[in-house]
Nanobody
Framework: VQLVESGGGLVQAGGSLRLSCAAS????????MRWYRQAPGKQRELVAD???????NYADSVKGRFTISRDNAKEMVYLQMNSLKPEDTAVYYC???????????????WGQGTQVTVSS
């Protein structure tokens, strides 16, 4: 199983970016999908998550600016980031709870990360 993020880059403050994460490989089902981020010298933090049924949750720092969504048929999760601030600069990681077969338990998988840099 692999998670591959895309869509990061350099953007000016106030701009927007859309991150995508595609899951591939031997997948029976996906439970929650999440976006984390890690800025230099800081701990990795949860940005947003979404259940298989579409219930979402956001960190206070991004509420009203970021939107998480998913396409269950395509096994993808997205993060639309608007009104970006310099403090949003970080490596963004995709995370998903995946079960590979009907008898497996769910386990966490991570992407390699994509850099988001917001200039002031």
């Amino acid at each position: 199983v692999q998670l591959v993020e895309s869509g990061g880059g350099l953007v000016q403050a106030g701009g927007s970016l859309r991150l995508s994460c595609a899951a591939s490989g031997s997948i029976f089902s996906i439970n929650a999908m999440r976006w984390y981020r890690q800025a230099p010298g800081k701990q990795r933090e949860l940005v947003a998550d979404i259940t298989s049924g579409g219930i979402t949750n956001y960190a206070d720092s991004v509420k009203g600016r970021f939107t998480i969504s998913r396409d269950n048929a395509k096994e993808m999760v997205y993060l639309q980031m608007n009104s970006l601030k310099p403090e949003d600069t970080a490596v963004y990681y995709c995370n998903a709870e995946i079960r590979r077969t009907p008898v497996n338990i769910f386990r966490d998988y991570w992407g390699q990360g994509t850099q988001v840099t917001v200039s002031s």
